[in-house]
């Protein structure tokens, strides 16, 4: 799963992604709603919880200015998530909204337009499946862009697709 950066209340401070801030709490509610989380809160790092089959990363790896990456910053950390995609092989890759999705494609050497964001997309990289989501920030929550039951529903997809009964 790739995020767009640590939030300052969140992993800047924790030290954990999506870990203290408002977008945690429907990503790791819904991680463990489908086998993904040992528990559904993540306030603090030593809470106990436990990734199942999943990790969690950022686009950015650095607190960016108003909380928005640069394109340079992200071209300059891609090479760190390019590393954890090569590292971890993971079968399915969920990016929480359109910076992550373009970061991912770059870390596979793809253009950017060849595979377009859209929540609940699919794309099919090599060697691994791209799903998209908006990402589970409070702006979006709040303005109803994504809610609880839009999100599960990628989540959801992802588990079927890792359990083979898609």
Same mark, same amino acid.
């Given at each position: 799963m790739v995020g767009l950066a640590p939030g300052l209340h969140g992993a800047n401070r924790t030290g954990r992604p999506f870990t203290g801030d408002h977008a945690g709490i429907l990503l790791y509610r819904t991680l463990h709603r489908f086998g993904f989380a040992s528990h559904e809160g993540s306030a603090d790092p030593r809470d106990g919880l436990e990734l199942i089959g999943c990790r969690v990363t950022n686009a950015v790896k650095c607190l960016p200015p108003q909380n928005k990456p640069q394109p340079d910053e992200i071209r300059r950390c891609n090479r760190y998530l390019a590393g954890e995609i090569a590292l971890v092989r993971p079968r399915a890759i969920l990016a929480l909204g359109a910076i992550a999705h373009r970061a991912v494609l770059? %870390?596979?050497?793809?253009? $950017? +337009?060849?595979?377009? #964001?859209?929540?609940? %997309?699919?794309?099919?990289? $090599? +060697?691994?499946?791209? #799903?998209?989501?908006?990402?589970?920030?409070?702006?979006?929550?709040?303005?109803?862009?994504?809610?609880?039951?839009?999100?599960e529903a990628v989540i959801r997809d992802i588990a079927t697709f890792l359990r083979g009964t898609r």
């Amino acid at each position: 799963m790739v995020g767009l950066a640590p939030g300052l209340h969140g992993a800047n401070r924790t030290g954990r992604p999506f870990t203290g801030d408002h977008a945690g709490i429907l990503l790791y509610r819904t991680l463990h709603r489908f086998g993904f989380a040992s528990h559904e809160g993540s306030a603090d790092p030593r809470d106990g919880l436990e990734l199942i089959g999943c990790r969690v990363t950022n686009a950015v790896k650095c607190l960016p200015p108003q909380n928005k990456p640069q394109p340079d910053e992200i071209r300059r950390c891609n090479r760190y998530l390019a590393g954890e995609i090569a590292l971890v092989r993971p079968r399915a890759i969920l990016a929480l909204g359109a910076i992550a999705h373009r970061a991912v494609l770059m %870390a596979f050497g793809l253009a $950017p +337009g060849r595979h377009r #964001f859209a929540h609940h %997309a699919v794309h099919e990289l $090599p +060697g691994a499946s791209l #799903f998209d989501s908006y990402h589970c920030s409070r702006y979006n929550t709040q303005t109803k862009r994504l809610t609880a039951p839009m999100f599960e529903a990628v989540i959801r997809d992802i588990a079927t697709f890792l359990r083979g009964t898609r």
